[in-house]
């Protein structure tokens, strides 16, 4: 099987492969750098191609290796720590820096037979929702290499969608999971805060949940098998599931009560109205399999929010730059960093930790709010993005007006960053297809802990309306 088809297959399918001797370890690593090779040039989704090392783990792995995902090729996005990597963050001010450990969600993919092959790209510390980095440069959307896959986990989404590998690391602070999927046809799962740990780099996190980019909801599932749990020294984590969440997405959900909504809870965002006949398609679906879906008002609209989420969001990044400044033993000045980094890290420094703690405070009562008002229904179904994906060069984070381009993206991507403010998990879907064959993806929010539900309630959907087999034109 050519290498351009292997790795659009199911990475649990691969693994029985290698496992039944009919494909190693070895061929199977190689079709992915061979991928790698003859598409990232276009793309740009990787910092790190781990060639040799790569090789020498897939000649490791034998037939017969029963760990679940022997010998299949993984990638990891550039702000976890794998030994021996460089770690940039997207950004010019870490240097060379390399890392001599694992991050805790790289130890248990390993641990599991993964084979990490690389590094994908982001924009700088993570900031934004498209991947085109002052360092990096444009990573590019494989159905339309004039657009964003989105981001920060833009590397990752483009990386799988365009075949590369046949799914990915990738972390979502703000929506940075989803908002790739939604742009690069894919699966992304934000998990309840605290389900992955993020040890031992950082301790708990209020905004930020790991997670992977998938082409198949079963694969999201036990992915989340695969990295959920606490590690040693964590302060707080996820109550634990009552059975694995593999098991939990394969049963079929039952009659939910699911609230529709396009409204955007950020002041002067507009919503393309083929994003919300989206979500009037998948309420048809819905109903069709028998679910009860109701149009809703929530209660999420505030003018201040994007000042408030920026207030929490920023000292997250902040914390980033004041660690490296302690690894360079120096500070930073503003031609180390992006302008609108810049911005955001001199906006931090100048906030008072009582300013910071108020702002966080008034976001977890706007959280309580909006679980509460979600607690009427078993789920919310919203746009995944308020726009196609973007062309690239559209925001900008090294314009003369970078905040103004940070509130652009958030009217690019409103409708995400709400689930990290209340913790509770959210999926993006690749239902649906633009005119000219852009995916556009829809979003449902669940319960709090509720991961399971909302799994089965999306591979029903995956059922009904089938998108795996979709191929990028690249």
């Not at 781990?50 to 990891?76: H, K, L």
């Not at 930020?208 to 959920?228: F, I, N, P, S």
């Not at 984070?397 to 209340?422: H, K, L, V």
Request: aromatic content about 6%.
């Amino acid at each position: 099987m050519a290498a351009t088809d292997l790795l659009f297959r199911p990475a649990h399918e691969l693994a029985g492969l290698v496992r039944d001797g009919e494909l190693s370890a070895r061929e199977l690593v190689d079709a992915s750098l061979e991928r790698i090779g003859a598409v990232d040039e276009q793309v740009n989704a990787f910092v790190h191609v781990d060639d040799r090392g790569a090789r020498a783990a897939a000649d490791a792995i034998g037939p017969g290796d029963e760990r679940p995902y022997a010998g299949v090729p993984v990638a990891v996005k550039n702000n976890r720590a794998v030994a021996g990597f460089p770690l940039t963050l997207g950004a010019e001010f870490t240097g060379d820096l390399t890392v001599a450990h694992d991050h805790n969600v790289t130890r248990r993919l390993r641990r599991a037979g993964f084979v990490i092959v690389g590094a994908t790209t982001l924009p700088e510390w993570g900031i934004l929702p498209v991947s085109e980095s002052r360092r990096l440069g444009p990573t590019r959307n494989p159905w339309d290499l004039t657009r964003t896959p989105g981001g920060s986990s833009g590397g990752s989404g483009a990386a799988v969608a365009a075949g590369m590998v046949p799914l990915a690391h990738g972390n979502d602070g703000g929506g940075s999971i989803r908002i790739p999927a939604a742009c690069c046809g894919l699966v992304g799962l934000k998990p309840q805060r605290g389900r992955i740990s993020p040890a031992p780099d950082a301790g708990e996190q209020f905004l930020v949940a790991d997670g992977v980019l998938t082409r198949t909801v079963a694969e999201t599932a036990a992915l989340l098998d695969l990295l959920a749990g606490p590690e040693t020294g964590d302060t707080s984590w996820a109550p634990p599931p009552g059975e694995p969440f593999a098991v939990q997405a394969a049963r079929e959900p039952g009659r939910l009560r699911i609230a529709m909504t396009w409204a955007t809870p950020l002041e002067g965002a507009e919503v393309d109205p083929v994003c919300v006949q989206a979500v009037r398609d998948a309420a048809a679906l819905l109903e069709s399999l028998g679910h009860e879906v109701v149009e809703a008002d929530p209660p999420w609209t505030d003018p201040g929010l994007l000042h408030l989420f920026t207030a929490a969001f920023g000292p997250a990044v902040a914390i980033q730059i004041g660690v490296l400044e302690a690894v360079n033993g120096r500070a930073a000045t503003a031609q180390d960093m992006e302008p609108l980094s810049w911005a955001i890290w001199q906006g931090a420094k100048g906030t008072d930790c009582i300013t910071q703690q108020l702002a966080v405070l008034r976001l977890q009562r706007y959280a309580r709010k909006i679980v509460a008002w979600c607690a009427d229904h078993d789920a919310v179904l919203t746009p995944a993005l308020a726009e196609a994906p973007v062309p690239i060069g559209t925001i900008d984070a090294c314009s003369q007006e970078p905040m103004r381009d940070f509130a652009r993206s958030g009217r690019f991507t409103p409708y995400t960053a709400i689930s990290n403010i209340t913790g509770s998990p959210a999926i993006s879907l690749p239902l649906y297809q633009r005119d000219g064959g852009l995916p556009l993806g829809v979003q449902l929010i669940g319960q709090p802990a509720g991961e399971g539900a909302l799994l089965a309630l999306a591979a029903q959907l995956e059922a009904a309306h089938p998108w795996a087999d979709r191929r990028p034109p690249l």
